[in-house]
């Protein structure tokens, strides 16, 4: 399992952005699973798909949970899966699916931080 945290102060449409990249960047039979949760000063959303990747003939979850409040959006991305075969070995499938988006985001203005909330 591999994961990763941004945040951003911009102010940025991050349901559009998310929707866009998953329906370009995923393959999944099953399409992008959705949660929102809306409170008075604070939206969580959680987007979870699965994507195959040929080169360990498995799938990849990839899930990304947003915090947006009045002044920040807060988002961390998770990648999980395991190659086929005897070893389960994964080529570094997860931490390609979790750069993928990083890269994406980082484009919009996001900044990554350390578990404790510190800029990178």
């Keep these: 399992m591999r994961s990763s945290k941004l945040i951003t102060n911009y102010n940025?449409?991050?349901e559009k952005i998310l929707n866009d990249w998953f329906s370009s960047n995923t393959v999944s039979d099953d399409g992008v699973f959705i949660k929102k949760i809306i409170e008075p000063k604070r939206k969580i959303m959680i987007f979870i798909a699965e994507d195959y990747y040929f080169r360990i003939?498995?799938?990849i979850t990839l899930t990304v949970i947003v915090e947006q409040t009045i002044d920040q959006i807060f988002v961390e991305v998770v990648s999980s899966g395991r190659g086929s075969?005897?070893?389960g070995y994964s080529s570094g499938?997860?931490?390609?699916?979790?750069?993928r988006v990083v890269k994406f985001l980082k484009a919009y203005g996001f900044s990554v931080i350390d578990p404790e909330g510190t800029l990178l």
């Design 12 to 14: 940025v449409d991050i």
């Design 93 to 99: 499938a997860e931490d390609s699916a979790v750069n």
């Design 57 to 59: 003939n498995s799938t």
């Design 85 to 87: 075969g005897l070893l």
